[in-house]
């Protein structure tokens, strides 16, 4: 800020109260950094959890796992960048603790929703219900956990590993294996059906959020259409092979 010298004429300030104000704003205000209280001996986890919290919320926000940058998880935080790498390596690290959380979450609500029915079939439906849902409520974390190319097994380091999505997928699987076996569908692959099913919903979940302004059925509707047409939808007696 200008300093104004000692001496300078009044009339050079009189009547412009606003150069006053400035002139005293700089002489006398200080930058303001707001910073969280450190941590206490044994709160390292505390700090781990915090830095695990704003990493999902910021790429909850754009759903853009790519934008996430230290300096810009530093700051939510309040904490230095040092201090994030004291828990994390580097960014894949962090993605990768945040996909397996997030893939866990989704995981369990995929398997309290089918266990509501005994049914194979409304099992199914339940589960399919729940994943739309899923996507509904949390698109910027259903976008990064199905729809970013950045987080496949190599770029978050797990290819030693399943993927942390692997057990949702299977489980899918196994609900589509029981539904072949009970109803009327011919014994197939129950992976290359689980596929068709997947790819349907996943597609109507990543349209239905980025072209919001289109008039997208009701998802409980899509769901039962869906399972019908794949023969996923009732138990029914094989078909008499008399002629």
Request: proline letters at 5%.
């Given at each position: 800020m200008r300093h104004v010298p000692q001496g300078t004429p009044a009339s050079r300030t009189q009547g412009r109260p606003f150069l006053n104000e400035v002139i005293d704003a700089g002489e006398s205000a200080e930058p303001t950094v707001t910073r969280r209280r450190r941590n206490r001996r044994g709160?390292?986890?505390?700090?781990?959890?915090?830095?695990?919290?704003?990493?999902?919320?910021?790429?909850?926000?754009?759903?853009?796992?790519?934008?996430?940058?230290?300096?810009?998880?530093?700051?939510?935080?309040?904490?230095?960048?040092?201090?994030?790498?004291?828990?994390?390596?580097?960014?894949?690290?962090?993605?990768?603790?945040?996909?397996?959380?997030?893939?866990?979450?989704?995981?369990?609500?995929?398997?309290?929703?089918?266990?509501?029915?005994?049914?194979?079939?409304?099992a199914l439906q339940h589960r399919c219900q729940a994943y739309l849902r899923f996507a509904e409520e949390e698109p910027g974390h259903y976008r990064v956990l199905f729809s970013a190319a950045s987080l496949g097994p190599v770029s978050i380091g797990v290819t030693d590993r399943p993927h942390p999505g692997a057990p949702s997928f299977f489980a899918l699987v196994d609900s589509v294996r029981r539904c072949i076996q009970a109803g009327p569908r011919p014994a197939g692959d129950a992976t290359f059906v689980a596929?068709?099913?997947?790819?349907?919903?996943?597609?109507?979940?990543?349209?239905?959020?980025?072209?919001?302004?289109?008039?997208?059925?009701?998802?409980?509707?899509?769901?039962?259409?869906?399972?019908?047409?794949?023969?996923?939808?009732?138990?029914?007696?094989a078909p008499n092979a008399t002629a």
């Open positions: 709160e390292g986890d505390t700090l781990r959890e915090e830095i695990l919290k704003a990493a999902t919320r910021l790429i909850g926000r754009t759903g853009d796992a790519e934008a996430l940058s230290i300096r810009t998880l530093s700051n939510e935080v309040g904490v230095t960048a040092p201090s994030i790498y004291r828990h994390f390596n580097d960014k894949a690290a962090i993605l990768r603790a945040v996909v397996e959380e997030r893939f866990a979450d989704f995981a369990d609500r995929m398997n309290q929703a089918e266990r509501r029915s005994r049914s194979p079939f409304i596929i068709m099913l997947w790819s349907t919903l996943h597609g109507f979940a990543d349209l239905r959020i980025g072209k919001p302004e289109m008039p997208w059925p009701n998802a409980d509707t899509v769901v039962r259409d869906l399972l019908r047409r794949l023969r996923l939808d009732q138990e029914q007696p």
